[in-house]
């Protein structure tokens, strides 16, 4: 006979004073981890042989140190620069990539209308010049072009602000060749030990058509799960509740955690499901609007068995409880951990997301296996002068 286990877990954030006053508390059902959850498996089995293990061969399967973690929402924008986007991969030049994902979706506003743009890669260069120039030069000679790619665009530093050169060429790993003016003013000087740089997007995809990126379009990612902004619109709500996308985010289910990075929701909006084309955002809700081109929606993944970290950790804490319920016919027995974060002394911190790491390291984001992941919505708050505490109850159904 066969009988299932199922493990069940919830998250509750508890913002407080120093004395003890709770400020906040926000709860929400979590993912269990696969990496996280061999560890655990290999605990139990030692557990139950303990006092036989030396005898049978068993090896102890330790899982601590145990830290909880916490995360937070981050949309980040840069300056999209040249060239030419379509269905096929190619490279998206941006003025920074700093804190970008090494892979992952972005949208590209060019002209009023926003394309869904994923990428595989990125590259960041830098180096310095060894000589002068202009902003007329067709050639300019750095210390090392290493890390550039083969032809593309570069950022120089100028007297006047940044030029923005296309070159065709490197040559004997210290000069770019066949430069092309696109941004800046030609008269601009070029200094030695100017900065020169390339920031790039690669392998990128637009989801469907084609676009010619032109100097000052704007590229926007977001990391993190980010929680719904229900703000009232000073005209037509910027959704629609009906609609057809041909795109891999066709019906993604998106619940509670979707966000509107360029314009406003309506008041009372529920967001149930998203589907993103070129240019347009259809809403499956229970509101009514009008479509415009005014509005886009960031819906990141929701937490997944195989998930390995957060999406943007910034900090973790040390187990300061651990304890266990006694289950009934009708009550679900359940162990419980808390991590105490310290009183914040910065300005406040948005939670989004948060989770449990096994084998785990004391450093922010520095590894461990992870045994469960929630999101937090509505986020909360940890605020100037604020603890935090993390609280993850598991339970084992039968």
């Not at 890390?147 to 004997?172: A, D, H, Q, R």
């Not at 240019?279 to 819906?299: P, Y």
Request: proline fraction near 4%; include cysteine.
């Amino acid at each position: 006979m066969i009988e299932e286990l199922k493990m069940v877990g919830e998250v509750t954030l508890t913002s407080m004073t120093p004395d003890g006053e709770i400020c906040g508390e926000w709860k929400s059902n979590n993912t269990l981890c696969i990496a996280g959850l061999n560890d655990l498996v290999g605990a139990i089995a030692y557990a139950g042989a303990e006092d036989v293990a030396a005898n049978i061969g068993l090896q102890e399967t330790p899982i601590t140190p145990i830290y909880g973690a916490i995360g937070g929402a981050t949309i980040l924008t840069t300056t999209a620069i040249s060239g030419s986007l379509s269905t096929t991969p190619t490279t998206l030049a941006v003025s920074n990539n700093t804190g970008f994902l090494s892979s992952g979706v972005v949208i590209l506003s060019h002209s009023s209308s926003f394309y869904v743009v994923t990428y595989t890669g990125t590259n960041a260069a830098s180096t310095t010049m060894n000589g002068t120039g202009s902003g007329t030069s067709t050639t300019l000679v750095v210390n090392s072009t290493t890390g550039f790619s083969s032809t593309g665009i570069i950022t120089v530093v100028g007297s006047g602000g940044n030029l923005i050169f296309t070159y065709t060429g490197l040559s004997g790993g210290t000069t770019f060749t066949g430069l092309t003016l696109i941004s800046g003013t030609s008269s601009w000087t070029i200094s030695t030990n100017a900065v020169v740089s390339q920031y790039t997007l690669t392998n990128c995809t637009l989801s469907t058509g084609s676009v010619t990126v032109t100097n000052g379009d704007v590229v926007t990612a977001a990391l993190g799960p980010i929680a719904v902004q229900s703000q009232v619109t000073t005209g037509s709500p910027n959704i629609v509740q009906t609609g057809t996308a041909t795109n891999p985010y066709n019906g993604v289910r998106v619940g509670d955690y979707a966000v509107d990075v360029l314009g406003d929701l309506p008041t009372g909006t529920t967001v149930t499901a998203i589907d993103i084309t070129s240019t347009n955002v259809t809403l499956s809700n229970n509101s009514t609007g009008t479509s415009t081109t005014n509005s886009i929606i960031f819906a990141p993944s929701v937490p997944s068995s195989s998930d390995t970290s957060l999406q943007n950790e910034f900090d973790r804490a040390p187990a300061v409880f651990a304890g266990s319920s006694q289950g009934t016919s009708v009550v679900t027995p359940k162990f419980t951990w808390q991590f105490q974060f310290p009183v914040n002394f910065s300005s406040s911190f948005t939670i989004t997301e948060a989770g449990t790491f096994l084998l785990a390291s004391t450093v922010t984001g520095g590894g461990g296996d992870m045994l469960n992941h929630a999101f937090i919505n509505p986020p909360a708050v940890w605020g100037n002068g604020q603890m935090m505490m993390l609280s993850v109850s598991i339970g084992m159904q039968a």
